[in-house]
């Protein structure tokens, strides 16, 4: 009996603290703060903003102002000619901008900087490989800009079939050095490399459970 009543008393605990952590903006946290994620870098406009997690700022000065995402935080500082840095906060997602003070460790809020080095319009790009079907992302092979449609087929009409690659990069590579070569398909399970001159994304596209698409970016 007594057992019982701890371990329901014990789960009644749990769940008292997971409501207290539950909020709208619990979701859009986890999206940059999520899994252990600690820092990273978000685009907005032609500005990037690099941000870590859990962290505020002593010397709050503009706002609050209500910003939906982190993301909607750094535009209001990046429409903000004076701002360079800017904090929000998961439980109630507010955003202030305009800060100058220095980072302070504070649990739920993200701070963000401009990041005045990046060059304009930089993608953080992943590696040319599709492990997850849902992946739309940029990549780079061999310096060359390319889009990476993972999981997906363009209705290209006739593409080239280049024989078989061991890799999407491969194939993507053997675009590189064709003259004209805008488009690449990839089939995972026979591994061979279609090629084209067209952007196949002009195309039909449909999804494909065993192809991995790649546009190169001009
Ligand atoms: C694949 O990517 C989608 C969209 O980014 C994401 O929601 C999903 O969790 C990812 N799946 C895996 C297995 O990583
Ligand atoms: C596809 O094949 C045609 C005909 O052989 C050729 O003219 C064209 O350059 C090829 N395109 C690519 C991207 O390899």
Do not use: H
């Not at 061999?142 to 080239?160: D, E, K, S």
């Not at 061991?166 to 488009?183: A, D, K, V």
């Amino acid at each position: 009996m007594k057992a019982a009543f701890l371990i329901s008393a014990l789960g009644l605990a749990q769940s008292a603290i997971a409501t207290s952590n539950a909020g709208p903006y619990n979701s859009v946290y986890n999206q940059y703060c999520g899994n252990g994620q600690s820092r990273g870098t978000i685009t907005v406009g032609r500005s990037v903003f690099s941000y870590v997690c859990d962290t505020g700022n002593n010397a709050i000065s503009k706002g609050p102002v209500p910003a939906a995402s982190l993301e909607a935080c750094a535009d209001l500082c990046n429409n903000d000619g004076g701002c360079d840095q800017a904090v929000w906060f998961r439980d109630n997602g507010n955003c202030w901008t305009g800060i100058t003070g220095s980072p302070i460790t504070i649990s739920g809020q993200i701070a963000i900087t401009r990041d005045r080095n990046a060059t304009p319009n930089q993608c953080q790009t992943v590696a040319p490989v599709c492990n997850n079907a849902s992946t739309r992302q940029v990549t780079e092979v061999n310096g060359q800009g390319w889009f990476l449609a993972c999981g997906t087929r363009f209705g290209v009409i006739r593409p080239n079939q280049t024989g078989k690659t061991n890799s999407l990069e491969s194939c993507i590579e053997t675009c590189n050095q064709r003259p004209g070569c805008r488009s690449v398909m990839w089939n995972r399970n026979d591994k061979y490399c279609y090629v084209g001159e067209r952007n196949g994304l002009e195309g039909e596209v449909t999804r494909s459970g065993s192809i991995d698409s790649a546009i190169k970016i001009q």
